[in-house]
């Protein structure tokens, strides 16, 4: 299965999953090309991986990974829906030893009708946004960040809870063997917004 990987300066963004990505200093400084590999690394001196990199919410690196989704068969006409979830992460350094992170999701809808009579929507869902405070240096592999989640209300009306919320989130994960385990979860509470019916 290929995905159309676009190219950027300083910028990561593929369709996931993210399969071939190399750095080559041949063709400047900071430019990221599309490699052969499956799992492509970074040059030693570069530092971690890439492919890992590109697995941690809070790598010190910009991407701008695509998530689709499709959900079918619900609701009494067995409708179904597409979300493309746009997804980036921007890291931004506070001080020697401190990035702060902001990860944001952007849903972009699309559903059919679900009862007789409702009609199908296409529009953009609610954001949500994280900022995750984490160290520069991992620590035996350790990676971590910790900061608030925001909830804003842009979605239409059919998507959106039509709410304001925030609420803490944190990340954990540790990398090795080519392979991520890990965990990102956050709660939000609505402090403002449309009344419930």
């Avoid at 690394?41 to 910009?62: F, K, R, S, T």
């Avoid at 972009?108 to 296409?122: H, K, L, R, Y």
């Amino acid at each position: 299965m290929s995905f159309k990987k676009m190219l950027l300066p300083g910028v990561v963004a593929a369709m996931m999953p993210v399969t071939a990505w190399a750095q080559d200093t041949a063709v400047g400084e900071g430019a990221v090309v599309a490699g052969d590999a499956d799992i492509a690394e970074a040059p030693a001196a570069a530092g971690p991986n890439l492919a890992e990199q590109l697995a941690n919410p809070v790598a010190d690196l910009i991407s701008v990974p695509f998530q689709a989704n499709y959900d079918c068969c619900y609701g009494p006409d067995d409708g179904d829906r597409f979300t493309l979830n746009i997804q980036p992460v921007i890291p931004v350094s506070v001080g020697e030893d401190w990035n702060l992170i902001t990860r944001t999701i952007l849903p972009v809808i699309s559903a059919s009708e679900t009862v007789q009579g409702a009609g199908g929507d296409t529009g953009l869902g609610d954001v949500v946004q994280s900022f995750f405070l984490s160290p520069k240096e991992a620590k035996n592999g350790l990676v971590w960040g910790v900061g608030p989640v925001f909830l804003y209300p842009t979605g239409k009306s059919s998507f959106s809870a039509e709410k304001w919320g925030a609420g803490p989130t944190v990340v954990v994960l540790k990398q090795g063997g080519g392979m991520t385990y890990g965990l990102l979860a956050n709660h939000i509470w609505s402090f403002a917004g449309k009344d419930a019916a």
